[in-house]
Structures are given as structure tokens and as C-alpha cells.
Nanobody, 125 residues
Framework: QVQLVESGGGSVQAGGSLRLSCAVF????????MGWFRQAPGKEREGVAT???????SYADSVKGRFTISQDNAKNTLYLQMNSLKPGDTDMYYC???????????????????RGQGTQVTVSS
């Protein structure tokens, strides 16, 4: 059974930084797309960043140059380093995984096969 567990959310002032972590358990697919999306209750899901099993990454325009997605395969952990945070980044952030290519997941409206429980990020002005 695949399980994704996020941590690292919190409250920070604008301009600050946070690093989200996602521990991955039970994922045995040889190829994958891993990523982060954010979504508030009742609002549309927004993809933030993705990383394919070949290491290629992609970012939403709203976070390019500020956020960095990375992974530590030895620790089965996915990260999202968030710098220069803005109040508009306030949201619930979710870690996600899928055996398809990232471009397919994104084209399929961020319909991930697996997701974590989410971690709240709040940025105050």
C-alpha cells in the first residue's frame, strides 16, 4: 500500500522560506512522477512542481525561480524548498505520486493516483 506523509508546513512572514518533506512508503513502480500541488477547500487544485523518474522537473509559472523540487531516493523522500514566499502561496500543500509520466498527469488535470494528507502553509504580509 502506497503512503505519502508530508511535513514541514507552518507559518512564515512574506519573504521567508520553508522546506516541505514527503516520506514515501510502499511505492514499487520503476517509473514515476512525483509532485506537489496545492488546494484550499472549495477551490481548484493548482499544480506546483513535478519531477519525473529521470530527474526532469517542471514548475508552475507562479513559483518558478522561488521553489525547487528535489528527491532523495536513498531516503525515499521528496522535498519542496520554498523561498521568497508570498501571501498568495498560502494554501494546503499535498505531495503526490503516479506511475505515469508527469506530462500525462498534468494534462489529466492533476489527477494523481496517490496523495498525502496535506500540510498547511501560511504566509503573512
Amino acid at each position: 500500500q502506497v503512503q505519502l506523509v508530508e511535513s514541514g508546513g507552518g507559518s512564515v512572514q512574506a519573504g521567508g522560506s520553508l522546506r516541505l518533506s514527503c516520506a514515501v512508503f510502499g511505492y514499487t513502480y520503476s517509473s514515476y512522477c512525483m509532485g506537489w500541488f496545492r488546494q484550499a477547500p472549495g477551490k481548484e487544485r493548482e499544480g506546483v512542481a513535478t519531477i519525473d523518474s529521470d530527474g526532469s522537473t517542471s514548475y508552475a509559472d507562479s513559483v518558478k525561480g522561488r521553489f525547487t523540487i528535489s528527491q532523495d531516493n536513498a531516503k525515499n523522500t521528496l522535498y519542496l524548498q520554498m523561498n521568497s514566499l508570498k501571501p498568495g502561496d498560502t494554501d494546503m500543500y499535498y505531495c503526490a505520486a503516479d506511475p505515469r509520466y508527469c506530462r500525462t498527469v498534468v494534462a489529466d488535470r492533476e489527477s494523481w493516483s496517490y496523495r498525502g494528507q496535506g500540510t498547511q502553509v501560511t504566509v503573512s504580509s
